[in-house]
C-alpha cells in the first residue's frame, strides 16, 4: 500500500469537532500541527465554541509570587512540582508589581495600583489587554470587580472609591454610577470581588458610619449595572469578613480569636446562612484566610495572610501547606481561573503568544 493510499483526509468539520473536545494544554501544543490547525485553534470563534462546547475545562489556583506568575492543580499534593506551571506576563512590567483582582472566563484582571495600570489577561494563549485607567488618578480605589456580561459580550470592570464606577471593554470608556458612593473597606489596600449568579460581591462597611455593626454584603448586578445589599449571618460579630465565591456559594470567614467560617446554600436567602464551624489560626499557621476552592475530594483550599496555600479537611485540620513568599506579603495575590482559549471582543491588537512555545 502506497504512502498516498494509507493516508487518511478527515473533513474539516469532523477535525473541528474532534480538536473541540480536547482539554486547552492539548490544543496549544496542537496550534504547531500546521498553520491551517494554529488559524483554526485560535480563531475567537473556535474558542468560544471550545468554552460552550463538549470538553471538560481545568480550574487551577493562579498565584503572582517571588517575581513569576504560577498555576496550581490543586487537586495534585501542593509538594509536587510537576503540577505547578509558571508564565511570563507579556507586557513590561513584573508580577510583584501586579495584584490579581479578578478571574473571569479564563481572564485574569490585574492591578498595578500605585501605577495605575490594569490588564486583562488570557494566561493559556497570551491574549492580552492594557485598559485605561479611570480619569481621576487621585482617587484610592477600596474594591474592584471583574465579570462578562451574557446579554452584551461584554467584559466589564467595577471600581468602589469615592464613587462607582465600571469600564465597558467594547465601550473602551468608564461610566460613573454614582458619584457619591457610601461604601469602604476595612482594610489599607484594594479587595477584589467574587462573582456568583450574574453579580460581583464584596463584604464592606458604610463610609458614612465606620460602627462596627455597618458592615454588609453589597452586590453589583452586571447586567442592571445596579449595587445591593445582603445581610450578613445574624452570628457574626466583629466585621473583619473576607468574602469568596467557592463551589457556587458565598463564603464569609471572620478573622478575629479563632477563624469563623460561614457559607450561604441558598442563594440570597439571609436564613440559609450556615456556620461551618471554627478553626484556630495557630491550627492553620494563619492570621487571616480566605477561602479559594474545594478539590475533587471535598478538601478546602485557601490562601493565608503570609502568601501560603492551605489544604484543610472537613474538621478544619491542616492537611497540605506551601508558601510561595519568604516574607508577609498579601492573600489577595491568588485567584481560582479556567483555562480556555477565549479572545476578547471588538479587540484587533491583542498579544497572541507564540505558537512554538508549546511546541
Known amino acids: 500500500m502506497s504512502r498516498q493510499e494509507s493516508s487518511i483526509h478527515l473533513p474539516k468539520e469532523v477535525i473541528e469537532e474532534i480538536l473541540l473536545r480536547l482539554p486547552v494544554k492539548s490544543l496549544l501544543r496542537f496550534r504547531c500541527v500546521s498553520k491551517s490547525w494554529l488559524s483554526l485553534i485560535s480563531s475567537p470563534r473556535f474558542g468560544e465554541l471550545h468554552f460552550q462546547g463538549p470538553s471538560k475545562h481545568s480550574h487551577r489556583a493562579f498565584v503572582s509570587a517571588q517575581q513569576q506568575f504560577q498555576s496550581i492543580d490543586f487537586d495534585a499534593p501542593f509538594h509536587d512540582d510537576s503540577a505547578i506551571v509558571k508564565f511570563n506576563f507579556p507586557r513590561p512590567t513584573t508580577p510583584a508589581d501586579l495584584e490579581i483582582m479578578g478571574s473571569c472566563r479564563g481572564f485574569l484582571f490585574l492591578v498595578a495600583d ?8 488570557n494566561p493559556s494563549n497570551g491574549v492580552c489587554r492594557k485598559i485605561p485607567p479611570p480619569l481621576d488618578l487621585d482617587i484610592f480605589v477600596y474594591m474592584y470587580g471583574f465579570g462578562y456580561d451574557e446579554s452584551t459580550d461584554d467584559y466589564i470592570i467595577v471600581i468602589i472609591s469615592d464613587v462607582l464606577a465600571f469600564f465597558s471593554l467594547k465601550a473602551n470608556s468608564w461610566e460613573i454610577l454614582d458619584d457619591e458612593c457610601e461604601y469602604t473597606y476595612q482594610y489599607d489596600q484594594p479587595t477584589p470581588g467574587s462573582i456568583l449568579n450574574g453579580a460581583i460581591y464584596w463584604f ?7 460602627e462596627p455593626e455597618c458592615f454588609a454584603i453589597i452586590a453589583f448586578d452586571i447586567k ?19 468574602l469568596t465565591s467557592v ?3 458565598l463564603t464569609l470567614t471572620e478573622n478575629c480569636d479563632v477563624l469563623k467560617m460561614w457559607v450561604m446554600e441558598k442563594y440570597g436567602l439571609e436564613s440559609s446562612w450556615r456556620n461551618l464551624g471554627t478553626l484556630s489560626p495557630d491550627e492553620v499557621h494563619m492570621e487571616a484566610i480566605s477561602s479559594l476552592c474545594f478539590t475533587k475530594d471535598g478538601h478546602l483550599v485557601a490562601i493565608n495572610s503570609i502568601s501560603g496555600l492551605a489544604k484543610l479537611n472537613h474538621r478544619g485540620e491542616l492537611l497540605e501547606y506551601r508558601k510561595f513568599l519568604p516574607e508577609p506579603h498579601s492573600f489577595y495575590c491568588a485567584s481560582v481561573y479556567t483555562e480556555t482559549l477565549l479572545s476578547l471582543p471588538s479587540v484587533s491588537c491583542d498579544h497572541l503568544v507564540e505558537a512554538e512555545q508549546y511546541c
Open 204 to 210: 464592606a462597611f458604610h463610609s458614612r458610619e465606620p
Open 114 to 121: 500605585k501605577k495605575r495600570k490594569y490588564f486583562l489577561w
Open 247 to 249: 463551589a457556587g456559594c
Open 224 to 242: 442592571s449595572k445596579t449595587l445591593s445589599e445582603i445581610p450578613v449571618p445574624d452570628d457574626f460579630e466583629y466585621g473583619l469578613g473576607i
